[in-house]
């Protein structure tokens, strides 16, 4: 749907609500430094999903999944948050915002000063042992370039969904909840292609939520569930939305 800029758009259907709820994906910390997994830049170039991101890869070649979940680990801890994840916690500190679902596993919202953050696909902050279900924080038992172990011995695995896996079942009630309620659905930075985080949209939309993506790609949502698409970077895009939700002109910064 167009109708004239989209920015001011969205900026005029966030203005003065309080159930607006943000789902992102890995485009939201592209700027910050963490490649996504699709596009020229994205890490599937580099690694076959299906050979090194399912749980199976992982029981069968624990090993060889660490060459790609090491990458991730050191991308994960150099980044800090960009605009857009300071801007959502913004909007949140506004009152506008009430939830940000996301499918990252960076833990950039929370450092961002995100207060509800609803993380869809674990994060990297904890390692768990697939044999004794011990937990250790990843900056305890990381060394770089070797697959993390337990003290029973068995590699571990980090905290994070593996396609195969099952969302952890209070995210995705919560996800859930509050796809069913919010007024305004931000989806930031995602394809939209990893089930069952893509169904989000479907379901705020049919519960009644107006959609609005931001991506500087169209995505299978564009055409489809998407209300009002804001074709910019997220940075530009969020940045765009404060200034013109405080009444501010200009370019932004
Ligand atoms: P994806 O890689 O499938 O898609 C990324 C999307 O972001 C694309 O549509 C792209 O057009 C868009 N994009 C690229 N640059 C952008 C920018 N600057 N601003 C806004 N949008 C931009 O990502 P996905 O849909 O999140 O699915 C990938 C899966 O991989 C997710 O489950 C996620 O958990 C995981 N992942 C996480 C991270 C992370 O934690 N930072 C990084 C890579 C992948
Ligand atoms: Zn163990």
């Known amino acids: 749907m167009t109708r004239g800029d989209p920015v001011l758009e969205a900026a005029r259907l966030l203005r003065g609500r309080t159930d607006a709820v943000a789902l992102t994906g890995a485009g939201i910390s592209v700027e910050s430094g963490i490649p996504a997994f699709r596009g020229w830049q994205g890490l599937w170039g580099k690694y076959d999903p299906m ?3 399912t749980l199976g890869a992982f029981l069968r070649s624990p090993i060889k999944v660490w060459r790609m979940l090491s990458e991730m680990v050191a991308l994960c801890g150099d980044a800090a948050p960009n605009a857009a994840h300071r801007g959502l916690a913004e909007l949140e500190g506004m009152g506008i915002l009430r939830a940000v679902i996301t499918q990252n596993v960076d833990g950039l919202h929370q450092a961002a000063g995100a207060r509800n953050v609803i993380e869809y696909h674990g994060n990297m902050e904890a390692l768990v042992c697939i044999a004794c279900w011990r937990r250790y924080p990843t900056r305890q038992r990381w060394v770089d370039g070797r697959a993390p172990t337990c003290d029973c011995g068995e590699i571990l695995k980090p905290d994070v969904v593996l396609f195969g896996e099952p969302i952890p079942w209070l995210a995705q009630e919560r996800a859930e909840e509050e796809a069913r309620t919010c007024g305004v659905l931000l989806v930031i930075g995602t394809s939209a292609q990893v089930s069952p985080a893509c169904d989000i949209p479907r379901v705020a939309k049919k519960a009644g939520a107006t959609v609005v993506e931001i991506n500087p790609e169209e995505t299978a949502l564009t055409r ?16 765009s939305i404060l200034i013109a939700l405080s009444g501010g002109e200009g370019t932004p910064r």
Do not use: F, Q, S
């Not at 489809?224 to 530009?236: E, F, I, K, R, S």
């Open 51 to 53: 050979e090194y991101a």
């Open 224 to 239: 489809t569930v998407a209300d009002l698409h804001v074709p910019g970077t997220a940075t530009d895009a969020v940045r």
